[in-house]
């Protein structure tokens, strides 16, 4: 067995049953602790993204926070991680991205409650905070190395995997194909702008991405509907068909050779975990600088983080591929959902599509070179924090030049050995979660009960 071999098969073993079950588990095991917090309480969490009062202790708002979380989990995946899921597993695969969304969206709310429960401030006066920190303050100092391997491994993703070559080489793809730029060109330019922006600091990159990452949402949603529109006849049928192929063996056609239930199910589940990054541990350490007093109030708002990008973002992509049935083509990957755009747009749907994965692989490298930062500084303290800066932008630098799949095997691993510590810590600190989420509800229900009686006062005057 060479070096490639054994790489890929310890990323099958830490990607395969017994993690995604250990993901799936802890959001069923929150959910019914929670008693389905995430569909009882979806309305005040949506509510909160835009009227959270960020009035406690911390460096950006709620809305921030949430911004640089989706920066780095709205990317390639919605785009090409949906379509590699169905390509797979058939259209049943999206049902059980849904399901893991739907589970997910509980571990969310408990990784962004311990955030805010157990942040700190770090020797320049920031807020940090995260997975490692209520590893070691939550479950105690003998849990150290447990933190100690979270924010190791979140490092090695940041610079070797997610952050940074992933992204850069499908810029570069992108840009080259759609419109022959070269490659130095794009790196050139793209190294200038993630400078720019990451020595900033969070404040930065929480300004850069509270303006990008709506507009770029809205401007992705808004096509996918187009091309959902032009093809409204074939929308039921699209969605019996992901419900009725997830519990039955979808047949070969055209392209696609079939699927069981069992691979629609893995890979469904597999893709939207990697895409919601629910259970990884990544999204808390931004929701841990949002301002405010409440825990379980940034929970909520990092919960939307989940909605937003599976539920919305990763549901149109789905649909857009099934309706304008490319899946049962012989493409793949990025090229799958642009001929699903282009099959509404002719014209515009290739460029639409590679503008929105521009921008998404780049919110990306930001949202994950925050994620790096705060793990460096965990570790070796904030001197630490500038060296770490200047090798990402070098990284950056030379992603565009570099395809080597060791190194994205070796941060598909790493990415796998994130979410063991945080979930280990998200179990054992529920009944931490579960009383602050009381506390909190009971001031939220106070809160309503003292507007009513306001509001019946200015009746009475009236």
């Known amino acids: 067995m060479d070096f490639m071999q054994l790489l890929d098969s310890i990323d099958n073993f830490i990607w395969g049953p017994p993690l995604l079950a250990l993901l799936v588990g802890t959001g069923i095991w929150l959910t019914l602790r929670l008693s389905l917090l995430q569909i009882i309480r979806l309305?005040?969490?949506?509510?909160?993204?835009?009227?959270?009062?960020?009035?406690?202790?911390?460096?950006?708002?709620?809305?921030?926070?949430?911004?640089?979380?989706?920066?780095?989990?709205?990317?390639?995946?919605?785009?090409?991680?949906?379509?590699?899921?169905?390509?797979?597993?058939?259209?049943?695969?999206l049902f059980w991205m849904w399901m893991a969304a739907f589970f997910g969206m509980a571990t969310k709310y408990a990784e962004g409650l311990l955030a805010i429960k157990y942040r700190s401030v770090d020797a320049n006066g920031q807020v940090a905070g995260g997975p490692m920190y209520y590893i070691e303050q939550g479950l105690g100092k003998k849990y150290r190395p447990?933190?100690?391997?979270?924010?190791?491994?979140?490092?090695?993703?940041?610079?070797?995997?997610?952050?940074?070559?992933?992204?850069?080489?499908?810029?570069?793809?992108?840009?080259?194909?759609?419109?022959?730029?070269?490659?130095?060109?794009?790196?050139?330019?793209?190294?200038?702008l993630v400078a720019a922006v990451t020595i900033g600091g969070l404040q930065s990159i929480a300004k850069v991405s509270s303006k990008v990452v709506?507009?770029?949402?809205?401007?992705?949603?808004?096509?996918?509907?187009?091309?959902?529109?032009?093809?409204?006849?074939?929308?039921?049928?699209?969605?019996?068909?992901?419900?009725?192929?997830?519990?039955?063996?979808?047949?070969?056609?055209?392209?696609?050779?079939?699927a069981t239930v069992m691979m629609a199910?893995?890979?469904?589940?597999?893709?939207?975990?990697?895409?919601?990054?629910?259970?990884?541990?990544?999204?808390?350490?931004?929701?841990?600088?949002?301002?405010?007093?409440?825990?379980?109030?940034?929970?909520?708002?990092?919960?939307?983080?989940?909605?937003?990008?599976?539920?919305?973002?990763?549901?149109?992509?789905?649909l857009c591929l099934i309706v304008s049935d490319v899946w049962v083509g012989d493409l793949k990957g990025a090229a799958l959902t642009q001929a699903a755009f282009a099959s509404a747009f002719p014209a515009t749907g290739t460029a639409l599509l590679t503008f929105g994965l521009i921008l998404f692989a780049f919110t990306t490298i930001l949202?994950?070179?925050?994620?790096?930062?705060?793990?460096?500084?965990?570790?070796?303290?904030?001197?630490?924090?500038?060296?770490?800066?200047?090798?990402?932008?070098?990284?950056?630098?030379?992603?565009?030049?570099?395809?080597?799949?060791?190194?994205?095997?070796?941060?598909?691993?790493?990415?796998?050995?994130m979410a063991i510590p945080n979930l280990i810590a998200l179990l054992g600190l529920t009944g931490v979660v579960v009383a602050e989420t009381k506390r909190y509800l009971a001031y939220v229900k106070n809160n309503e009960v003292e507007e009513e009686i306001e509001d019946l006062e200015v009746e009475q005057i009236k």
Not at 160 to 181: E, H, L, S
Not at 309 to 316: K, S
Request: with cysteine; glycine share 12%.
């Open 43 to 93: 309305p005040l969490a949506l509510k909160l993204i835009f009227s959270a009062k960020s009035d406690g202790k911390g460096d950006i708002s709620s809305f921030q926070a949430l911004c640089t979380a989706l920066a780095a989990t709205v990317g390639t995946g919605n785009i090409v991680g949906v379509a590699t899921a169905m390509k797979a597993g058939g259209p049943g695969a």
């Open 146 to 192: 447990l933190a100690v391997m979270f924010a190791a491994s979140g490092v090695l993703v940041a610079y070797f995997g997610i952050g940074t070559f992933a992204q850069v080489n499908a810029i570069v793809d992108a840009t080259k194909g759609a419109f022959g730029v070269p490659e130095y060109v794009t790196a050139i330019i793209l190294t200038v």
């Open 214 to 258: 709506p507009f770029m949402a809205v401007v992705y949603v808004v096509t996918a509907m187009g091309v959902l529109i032009v093809h409204a006849d074939k929308v039921p049928g699209a969605i019996k068909l992901v419900i009725d192929s997830a519990f039955n063996t979808t047949a070969a056609t055209g392209g696609f050779l079939g």
């Open 265 to 318: 199910m893995r890979n469904g589940i597999a893709r939207g975990v990697f895409s919601n990054e629910s259970g990884l541990g990544s999204a808390p350490i931004a929701a841990a600088a949002a301002k405010t007093k409440w825990p379980a109030e940034q929970g909520l708002v990092s919960m939307t983080g989940t909605f937003i990008d599976t539920i919305i973002i990763c549901t149109m992509t789905g």
């Open 367 to 417: 949202g994950w070179n925050y994620y790096g930062e705060r793990c460096i500084e965990y570790l070796f303290g904030v001197k630490s924090i500038m060296p770490y800066r200047i090798v990402f932008i070098g990284l950056i630098a030379s992603g565009a030049f570099l395809k080597l799949e060791a190194i994205w095997l070796l941060a598909d691993i790493v990415n796998g050995l």
